[in-house]
């Protein structure tokens, strides 16, 4: 794809090597049919994340986090300050419809064939951040402080305390004692805006590294055809920046028409408070609630880990050569089973949240 060379192992670099680096930067090609709408993914991908660091940063400039204040401090923030609002709205519509991206970009992978041979690290580093996102998902949303939040956080230790051996480790790692208060929040809080962020860059990193080495996949039928080349710079970096300007357009907009969500303040001493679960978690929701009692681990952990796994796996399960969806009739079945019962448990997640009377 590219002809940036990486350094060998301990060579030390020096001004003329980092001016030849930048050189060689300036000269790496990628192939013409990169510029495709189904790649459009990615690109997207690379966008909402520049987004959420940016607007995370400036929300965390007003945030205390602290259960007496962090509610207040997001309240101001979004209904005080100039813009305010769209800062955050844009934070709560990056992350919902990275959600949606990530899983277009890959189903279009799999269809496509494009984790094969030697393509395989950059699929494995793909599907580390199906663990990570939820995770920045998961500690954000105890930040706000509001009761959805922090009841939300309370169902949510209670499964991962269901799974034997290291669930009531990871609670306790987690929340830091047997309520969910100050020590919580300062843990989520530095989860989400120091750790997370961090591997999030490193698998970033990772990811567009093995891209640019393994190269960008060709067409299904024929990869081994000559394909004409364009510059990376400026011709790919033009257009991700033009994405990243319409994605921050679009969402800022839609901040404005609908605002982001904040409930009323946390209350710990209302248990009455139910949260409904966000779409991304219906699914998994109805299967941790079909396995009953010890069986919860079948829902919380066997099954969604054993995916998780099988989707890691796939490169070197499915080793042919063939890419063509037509040829591969197995795999693309396999993904729609998976697909099928994913939409079919949301939708019973729905109606039995959102749909069906209270009782
Ligand atoms: C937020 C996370 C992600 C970002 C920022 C990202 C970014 C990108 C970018 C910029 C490209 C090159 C353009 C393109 O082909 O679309 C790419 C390609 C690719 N990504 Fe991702 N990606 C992410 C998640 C994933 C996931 C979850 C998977 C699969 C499990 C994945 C697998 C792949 C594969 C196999 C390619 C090569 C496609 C080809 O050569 O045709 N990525 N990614």
């Known amino acids: 794809m590219s002809e940036v060379q990486v350094h060998a192992a301990g060579q030390r670099p020096s001004a003329a090597a980092a001016r030849e680096g930048c050189g060689r930067l300036l000269r790496v090609r990628v192939p013409a049919d990169a510029i495709c709408w189904h790649r459009f993914f990615g690109a997207l991908q690379l966008a909402l994340i520049g987004l959420l660091f940016l607007t995370g940063v400036l929300m965390a400039l007003a945030y205390t986090p602290v259960p007496g204040t962090a509610y207040d401090s997001v309240d101001y923030f979004q209904f005080s300050l ?8 844009v934070h709560h519509y990056a992350w919902n419809l990275l ?13 496509l064939g494009a984790y094969k041979a030697p393509r395989q690290p950059v699929w494995v580093s793909g599907v580390l951040f199906l663990l990570v996102i939820p995770l920045f998902i998961i ?6 402080w509001d009761q959805k939040g922090y009841w939300s956080t309370q169902v949510r230790f209670s499964i991962i305390a269901s799974v034997p051996l290291v669930g009531d480790f990871l609670v306790q790692l987690l929340r830091g004692g047997p309520l969910t208060g100050i020590v919580a929040l300062t843990r989520c809080y530095v989860l989400h805006i120091l750790l997370l962020p961090g591997v999030l860059l490193l698998l970033i990193g990772l990811h ?52 982001a969500p904040l409930g009323d303040p946390a209350d710990p001493t209302d248990s009455s408070f139910i949260p409904r679960p966000e779409w991304w978690v219906l699914a998994l929701n109805q299967l941790v ?10 829902g919380s952990a066997i099954i969604p880990g054993a995916l998780i796994f099988l989707l890691a796996a796939l490169p070197f399960l499915d080793r042919s050569p063939e890419r063509r969806p037509s040829k591969r009739r197995g795999v693309l079945l396999g993904a729609a089973v998976v697909l099928a019962a994913w939409a079919v448990l949301s939708v019973m997640g729905y109606v039995e949240h959102f749909v069906q009377p209270e009782p």
Request: charged share 10%; proline share 10%.
């Open 208 to 259: 567009m590294y093995f891209l640019a080495t393994r190269g960008l996949s060709g067409p299904p039928a024929g990869e081994a055809a000559a394909r004409p080349q364009v510059p990376f710079l400026p011709t790919i970096a033009n257009r991700w920046l033009a994405v990243f300007l319409a994605s921050a357009i679009g969402l800022g907009l839609a901040a404005r028409l609908w605002p």
């Open 99 to 111: 959600l949606v991206v990530m899983a277009l970009h890959l189903l279009r992978a799999l269809v």
């Open 139 to 144: 500690t954000g949303d105890l930040l706000p």
């Open 82 to 89: 100039p813009f305010g609002d769209v800062v955050r709205g």
């Open 289 to 298: 609630a079909i396995f009953k009692g010890p069986f919860m681990v079948i």
